[in-house]
Every structure is written in structure tokens, then in C-alpha cells.
């Protein structure tokens, strides 16, 4: 059951990086709009996400937020050194599935299903930086049943276990220039499906007044531990079939540890704002190390990500018993550094714009909707560490546009 | 419906708003500056044919530094380029049919290890296209040849060029003349190489004709005089630039430096390869008795290395003496007069010697015109002055390069032309050439630590398509700075290397 119910979710989701390195930042319609704000935000099932100790706080007896984004990413290069130029369409459909439940007065139980990180990058097959990525396709499922505690009517803490499974099919050419005796390039794919791994997530909210809360979230890191995944070289000369044998392959891959702090003030009955900032542990992302068992090298390719921040803020407007209205702004820190601009996350800073509305149909049921625009501003950048001593860089720009729709039930 | 409506808009809104857009399209600066390469005709000899791996093959001509730059130049006005058609080698194997010595590209046969033609009948043949060229490179051209009427007559063959007669317009053409017809407005000249690289490529058995000026009269291995080529050099100029064109010339690079003369080391001789050939042993101990030092006992002592044995022809003969001393060994008494005659001449080599890249595969061999144990290639055999350039022809050599580059130059400056400095460019490389894109490149022969980064084909003289690349975007440096364009250039990793193949049937 677990197994179906894990192919049922990775089929479903295909996402695509656009927020700093390979972090989605798609996780509920209602915060989404309101600039992806919500550690101090109550006002749905999503909270369970944004900061599980909020659910305490949620006035229904049952909360149910569903949603998905429909994702287009767009990046274009250039060298005008070389005349190059490439692109990078793709789509995607993140979702997430919120639950919680009442179970009294002071504990309230949830479950939450999401899609944090990934990245999907498909450049054309041989293009110019094709000895560092042709594609990548990652995934991340989470799964994170969770409870909140409510202590006094001020403060409540909440968090659980996260239970990740997820898949990597990245492929490249194994250098600049080896073609089998057709000419076509050699290219290496290392697939590994069925990856799992553990965290948690943990929070506390604080009240210190009836309009003002303050929220703090912490998501550990989770180191995604690809063992025994398929290596398949293609296109080998002959010469070289030999040694560019297929095999299995080892790599970790860290999804970083990310701390959440915010506020939301109720200005008036209708008006509220929130201000978010997250701070991702993105040092942890040193090197992708792939280790081959063909006693080929190990693949070495330095990252060095940077610790990077995030300014959010949003704001919601009540208008009516049936509109409510969203709109928000965030500031997205690139952990990329120079020299490391590796096509496989070609993401600078960005700068995001979203907006929603919620459509209450009666009572228990409301209709959502957001959109967010990532703005990219054009940036020359390289990644100079490839292992034969080149750089490969040139001008990237990107543009994110994702438009979302979700339900929520409450009762 | 309402919110529908809104949903699409937002969708709309989305699709128009998600294409990214540069300040300034990749082709924005591009611009050929002071120059017209509406025509562009090249001159020059293999260097300038695409030739490598020891021939012109239909794959391999499409990456002569000619087309490349072409392509460049079609992005700021470049006319069509043209090349002599190898479309009859069907299956890339370069050669010429039923010319000796014009055997098939070299590729390395994995299974044995070296460079070898690559198996199969060439299908290039002498069948007159009788067509003038953008790319008018004509592979052994000397630059005197550049003006030869009936250079590309086959009937003067030995004499005319198999490569001219397959598309000279005339019996009488000559290569100049042919690539007037072009009416260039454009173009490189990089010709001369030949003038000095088929004297030292034979091991200086040529002639120095410095000081000669009767060219008809030199030999095909021979230094042409310096003044001579000054004086064709400039003819060729003043034709070129004639109906107004630019362009750039290239300077003859310093062929000592290149794979054909420093892969072979001079102390090739490993001591474990010779420490049990007694025979050897006492060959070389009895030498450096009788030759006063010039041949030193070989080294035993494992991890040092012996040189080769060569002749040479500047030395005193010391004949009379190997002879009359072996004549009282017992061992060597029979042999006296032919050790005489092998050995009046020999030294071991130093640093200040090079070995040519053919040797390789001679040295530790037997020679056939040897008698055991007085035939191993380079041990008991010295090696001939085909395969060695002395200190006295490597002088010969460098002084008429220096000449050469010296007309190129002063030619250059009084016709307003760019010149590509070609000569500095190989010194670079021999230390470690950096380009653009950070890689580092080397004047280093083949071998499989290099496969991905080596600049020169299996012949060890001519580039390979990745060093054609590599030139291009040096003449286009040149072209950008000189005259004012900016013109791209072309990535040297993305051109291939050597053809490797696991078997050569």
C-alpha cells in the first residue's frame, strides 16, 4: 500500500526547481498567494506545512487543503563569445495535501503530503554545457504525519517525523568530446528510484495578543542516500567499451535544513499581513559525488552552496463572505555562488510576485486560487570546476510562471 | 464562470509574461569591422587544406581553419566558401589512389597500440576539376611554388603537386593566379612552412640553399634562401592586395617544437632494456676506449636511461681507428672494417639532439642493412640522419625561420595587413596555451592522457580538427583586434581528435 501509494504521489508530481537551488516553494494556494508566507499564518490545513504547531489554533474540527500548480520555467543562455545560444522549457505539477483533526481541545492531529525540492531541467541533448548536465529530473515526496499541542491560549508547539521517498535521472556526456564511431557523444544517465529517507519538522506559535502571532519552524536536513541506482553509458566507442562499462552507482544528495521566523498582525477584522523569513542550510550541499562500482573515478563536482535567505511578505482581504483576496512579495537569495553556476539549477536571485483569491461556496467549501511570477534578472555567471579545468558559462535568463488551484474543506 | 474567466486571464497573462527575454540578443555586437569578407580566399599550403593525419580527407578538409573561419564570417557578411571537392572519398579515408607515398589517414589501431593508415583503397583520384577555390591551401607547397606555372600539370608529375592537379583551371594555372580568380576582398596567407619543414622533417639531409637564388635548381628536401622567399613573399602580397583586399598573414612556426621532433626522447634507451645485452655491453666498452669519450659505456643501473646511438656527419670520421683496434679483439676482429664504417661517425645523443617521431618505431629493432649483433635501430645501429636533426641542422633551421618571419613581418607592415604572430603561439603552447574557455592545451604528441586535449594529429606536424579550431580563433583575434571586428569564436573542445579504432582491417 505504501509502495502504490508512493508511485501514485511521484507520478503526480514532476516539479520544477525555480526557487534557489532545487527548493519548490509551492506548498498551499491560500500562502502561496499571500507571497508564500504562513509560519504565523492561521488559516487552513496548510499550516500544517508552514508551521505544524499553528494547527492547534485552526477553529474547525476537520481541515482538508488540496491543491497543485501548473508550472512553466523558461531559462535561456547565451555566449556571445562562442554564438551560443539554449533553452530550457519545462512543466511541471506540484501538489500538496493538507489534513488535520481536532482530537480535543488542546491536541490536534494532521498529515501533510508535499513537495519541497526538486528540479527538472531538460537542455537539448549535446547542447554547449552538455558535458555538465543534458537533463536532471529529481523528486521529493513528503510525508509527514504531525500533531500540535496547544499550551494556554497563547502558545502551542507541534511538529512529527518526515518520511521522504524520491527518484534522481540526471544525464550528461562523460566530457567535451568523446563520440562513439558515428559521432555521437557519449553520454552517462545514473536513475535511482525508490530513494528514502528521514527528518522532522518541529514549531512553536505564540500569541501575545489577539491580532499579533509569532511563529518559529524548523525542517531538518535530509540527506537523500542513492545506493545501488542504475549507470548506463550510451554512444561508447568502442575502444572504450571496456572501461565505460554499465554499473551501479552511490551518491547522496543533501535536501537542506530550512528555519522559519515570522509574524502575522490582524490590522483589522478583514486585513491581515505577514511577514516570513527563511533562513536554508544550503552548505550542506558541498559536492555531488557520484561513486561508480566498475572501479571508474568517483565523479567529483564541487557546489560549495552558501546558506541563503529569504524575505517574504503577504497580505489577505477579507472582502466579502464569498471573495477573499490575496496578494504577496518575496526576495529569493540564489545559494548559488559565482564560479558555480552549474546549468542543473541555472537560478539566480529572484524576485517573486503572487496573488489569489479564495471563492467560499458555502460554508465547509471554498475554491483557491493563486498565481506566482518569479522574476529573474538576466545574469552572466560560470561554473569553472569542471574536472578538466574549463568553465562553461555565459548569460542566463529565467522566468517562472505558475499558476495554482486548490480546495478547502472545513467543518 | 466569473472566476473562470479570471483563471484564464491569469493563465494568459502567465504564457506571455514566461518568456525570458536578454537586454541585448547573443548576435547584437557581432561586426566585421574595417573588413569585407564578402570574398574570402585563403592561401597557404597543408596548414591551410585542413590536412592531418598525413593526408586531406573529406571529413577532415571540412575543419581546415579556412572553412571555420567562414562559418564565423557568414555571421557579419561572409560570402560561400569553397573547397576543392573530396566528395569522392566516400568513405573518409583521405590518400590519393596510385600516387606513392599518399597513403590513408593515420588512425590509432587500439589492438596494436600505434598510428597506422587507416585500412581500405583510397577513392581520391587526380581527376582534374579544373575549378578555382576560396580555399586555394595546396598541401607541400613552398612558397616559390605559389607562382610555378604547370604546378598542378600532371604531366610534370613527379614535379607537380597531386593535390594542384586535381583542381588547377589549367595546365599553365598557377595557385596564385587561380585564387585571383576569386577577386578576393579578404584573406589569410600562411605560406613558407615547407620552405624549411621538409628540410627538417627528413632529418636535414636537404641542402641549405641560403644564398642560392636559382630555386629550380633546389632539391625537395632543401632550406629555401631567405631571400628568395622575400622575394616571392612579396609578389604574392602585392597580387593578393591588388584589387584592394585585407587580410592576415601568418608567420612559419618554429618546427622544432612541434610533436614530429619532441616526442622522442634523445636517452630513449631504458638501462633495463640493454643491461643483458652483453653484446651491447662490450660494444659500447670497447667505443669508449677507441673514440676518446665521443661514446660512453652504457648504464646498467636500473631507472636511468641510455641515449640512442646516431650518426653524425658533421664529426671526424674515427674509422681508420674502430677498425685497427677491433682488428686485434678476437671477438670483433671479424667484423673490423664494417665496425669502421658503422661506427666512424657515431656519438651517442643529448638534449640538444632531436629524434624524429618515425624512430620511434625503428629504435630497439632491427636495421636490414646491419649484421647481428651490430643491427639494433639506435643501440648497435646508429641511427641515420633521417631520423635525427643535429644542433648544426636545428641551427640551420631556426636561423632561416627567423629570416622568413622576419619578410612576413616587414611585408606585412608596409601592406597595412594583420599578421598572426604563429610562431609565438606554438612557443606558447609548447609551455601550456590557456583559452577563452579556461582549458589549457599543449604541443604534446598523441597518447591516451591526452586523447581529449592534444592539438596535433598522428602525423605530429599538421594540427588535428580540435588545433585548427584552435588556430581560427587566433587569426580571429587577430581579424578583431586589427580591424576593428568582432567576430565569435569557435570551441576547440567541441572538434574531435584522433580516429581510434579496436581493430584496422
Not at chain 1, 263 to 272: E, G, P
Not at chain 2, 255 to 280: D, G, K, Q, W
Request: proline share 5%.
Amino acid at each position: 500500500m505504501r509502495k502504490l501509494l508512493s508511485l501514485t504521489l511521484l507520478a503526480l508530481a514532476s516539479s520544477t526547481a525555480f526557487a534557489g537551488g532545487y527548493r519548490v516553494a509551492l506548498q498551499g494556494q491560500k500562502q502561496l498567494a499571500m507571497g508564500h508566507t504562513g509560519v504565523a499564518v492561521v488559516n487552513s490545513a496548510e499550516v500544517a506545512f508552514f508551521n505544524p504547531a499553528g494547527m492547534a489554533f485552526l477553529e474547525d474540527k476537520f481541515n482538508l487543503s488540496v491543491g497543485a500548480n501548473a508550472l512553466f520555467a523558461e531559462t535561456k543562455f547565451q555566449n556571445s563569445t562562442y554564438n551560443w545560444e539554449s533553452s530550457t522549457s519545462n512543466f511541471g505539477t506540484p501538489f500538496s495535501i493538507y489534513a488535520t483533526y481536532k482530537v480535543n481541545d488542546w491536541l490536534s492531529a494532521g498529515l501533510a503530503i508535499y513537495s519541497p525540492y526538486g528540479s527538472s531541467v531538460a537542455w537539448d541533448q549535446d547542447w554547449h554545457g552538455s558535458h555538465l548536465v543534458n537533463n536532471i529530473d529529481l523528486k521529493a515526496i513528503f510525508v509527514q504525519p504531525t500533531v500540535s499541542v496547544r499550551i494556554g491560549e497563547k502558545f502551542s508547539v507541534g511538529g512529527g517525523p518526515i518520511y521522504v521517498t524520491g527518484s534522481v535521472d540526471f544525464n550528461r556526456n562523460v566530457d567535451r568530446t568523446t563520440t562513439n564511431e558515428d559521432g555521437e557523444r557519449t553520454d552517462l544517465t545514473i536513475n535511482a528510484k525508490g530513494i528514502t529517507a528521514w527528518g522532522y519538522t518541529a514549531g512553536f506559535m505564540f500569541n501575545p495578543t489577539s491580532k499579533l502571532r509569532i511563529g518559529m519552524n524548523y525542517r531538518s536536513e535530509i540527506i537523500m542516500e542513492a545506493r545501488d541506482g542504475d549507470a548506463t553509458f550510451n554512444d561508447v566507442p568502442s575502444y572504450a567499451a571496456g572501461t565505460l562499462t554499465n554499473t551501479t552507482f552511490n551518491a547522496d544528495l543533501p535536501l537542506p535544513g530550512e528555519l522559519t521566523t515570522g509574524l502575522s498582525y490582524q490590522v483589522t477584522d478583514k486585513w491581515l499581513v505577514a511577514f516570513d523569513y527563511n533562513y536554508t542550510l544550503w552548505d550542506v550541499y558541498k559536492s555531488l559525488d557520484v561513486e561508480f562500482n566498475n572501479g571508474l573515478p568517483t565523479s567529483v563536482n564541487p557546489r560549495n552552496y552558501q546558506n541563503a535567505s529569504t524575505y517574504r511578505v503577504g497580505t489577505q482581504y477579507v472582502a466579502t463572505e464569498k471573495f477573499t483576496f490575496r496578494a504577496g512579495w518575496y526576495f529569493d537569495e540564489s545559494p548559488v555562488q559565482d564560479g558555480f553556476f552549474a546549468p542543473e539549477t541555472p537560478r539566480n536571485d529572484s524576485m517573486g510576485f503572487t496573488g489569489g483569491l479564495t471563492y467560499q461556496v458555502n460554508k465547509k467549501l471554498g475554491v483557491d486560487f493563486s498565481f506566482l511570477y518569479l522574476h529573474f534578472d538576466e545574469i552572466d555567471n560560470s561554473y569553472d570546476h569542471f574536472n578538466d579545468g574549463s568553465s562553461f558559462g555565459g548569460t542566463y535568463k529565467s522566468s517562472v510562471f505558475s499558476p495554482g488551484v486548490g480546495i478547502t474543506y472545513g467543518f | 464562470m466569473k472566476n473562470k474567466f479570471i483563471y484564464l486571464v491569469l493563465i494568459a497573462a502567465g504564457f506571455a509574461s514566461c518568456e525570458p527575454e536578454f537586454e541585448n540578443e547573443v548576435n547584437a555586437n557581432y561586426s566585421s569591422g574595417d573588413a569585407d569578407f564578402s570574398s574570402y580566399v585563403a592561401i597557404g599550403n597543408s596548414l591551410t587544406a585542413g590536412y592531418m593525419d598525413r593526408t586531406v580527407s573529406r571529413v577532415g578538409q571540412s575543419y581546415s581553419f579556412p572553412n571555420n573561419l567562414s562559418k564565423q564570417f557568414a555571421l557579419v557578411g561572409g560570402g560561400e566558401f569553397t573547397q576543392p571537392s573530396f566528395a569522392e572519398d566516400i568513405n573518409n579515408l583521405g590518400g590519393i589512389f596510385g600516387i606513392p607515398d599518399f597513403s590513408n589517414r593515420l588512425i590509432i589501431n587500439a589492438s596494436v597500440g600505434g598510428p597506422q593508415p587507416i585500412a581500405g583503397t583510397s577513392t581520391v583520384t587526380l581527376t582534374p576539376q579544373a575549378t578555382a577555390y576560396n580555399n586555394m591551401g595546396v598541401p607541400g607547397a613552398k612558397s616559390f611554388h605559389l607562382l610555378a606555372p604547370g604546378y598542378g600539370n600532371v604531366a610534370n608529375l613527379p614535379n607537380a603537386n597531386p593535390y594542384f592537379i586535381r583542381h588547377a583551371t589549367s595546365t599553365t594555372a598557377t595557385v596564385l593566379g587561380d585564387a585571383m580568380l576569386k577577386s578576393p576582398t579578404f584573406f589569410t596567407n600562411w605560406i613558407g612552412g615547407n620552405d624549411i619543414l621538409s628540410y627538417a622533417t627528413s632529418g636535414g639531409v636537404g641542402v641549405n640553399q641560403t644564398g642560392n637564388i636559382n630555386f629550380a635548381s633546389y632539391g625537395i628536401n632543401d632550406i629555401t634562401d631567405p631571400g628568395v622567399f622575400a622575394s616571392v613573399y612579396s609578389t604574392i602580397i602585392t597580387t593578393l592586395t591588388s584589387g584592394g583586399a585585407k587580410g592576415v598573414v601568418a608567420t612559419i612556426p618554429s618546427v622544432t617544437s612541434i610533436p614530429y621532433f619532441t616526442t622522442v626522447p634523445y636517452n630513449a634507451l631504458p638501462a633495463e632494456a640493454t643491461a643483458t645485452n652483453i653484446n651491447a655491453l662490450q660494444l659500447y666498452g670497447f667505443l669508449a676506449q677507441v673514440t676518446g669519450g665521443r661514446i660512453s659505456p652504457l648504464s646498467t643501473v636500473p631507472g636511468t636511461r641510455n641515449p640512442v646511438l646516431i650518426t653524425d656527419e658533421t664529426l671526424t670520421s674515427l674509422s681508420s681507428q674502430i677498425t685497427g683496434a677491433a682488428a686485434g679483439v678476437p671477438s670483433l676482429a671479424p667484423f673490423a672494417s664494417a665496425l669502421g664504417q658503422l661506427y666512424g661517425k657515431a656519438r651517442q645523443a643529448t638534449s640538444n639532439d632531436l629524434i624524429l617521431l618515425p624512430a620511434s618505431g625503428k629504435i630497439g629493432n632491427p636495421n636490414s642493412m646491419g649484421i647481428a649483433p651490430f643491427n639494433v635501430n639506435g643501440v648497435t645501429f646508429p641511427l641515420q640522419d633521417e631520423d635525427v636533426l643535429i644542433p648544426f641542422e636545428k641551427s640551420a633551421i631556426a636561423t632561416a625561420t627567423f629570416a622568413y618571419n622576419a619578410s612576413i613581418t616587414s611585408i606585412a607592415a608596409s601592406n597595412g595587413l594583420a599578421v598572426a604572430n604563429m610562431n609565438a603561439i606554438l612557443g606558447q603552447l609548447v609551455s601550456g596555451l590557456k583559452v577563452e574557455d579556461g582549458t589549457i592545451y599543449t604541443a604534446n604528441y598523441f597518447s591516451s592522457a591526452t586523447a581529449s586535449t592534444v592539438l596535433f594529429s598522428l602525423d605530429g606536424v599538421h594540427p588535428n580538427a580540435r588545433g585548427y579550431a584552435v588556430i581560427t580563433n587566433e587569426i580571429i583575434k587577430v581579424i578583431n583586434s586589427y580591424y576593428n571586428a568582432n567576430i565569435p569564436f569557435v570551441s576547440a573542445a567541441g572538434f574531435p581528435g584522433a580516429t581510434i579504432l579496436t581493430s584496422n582491417n
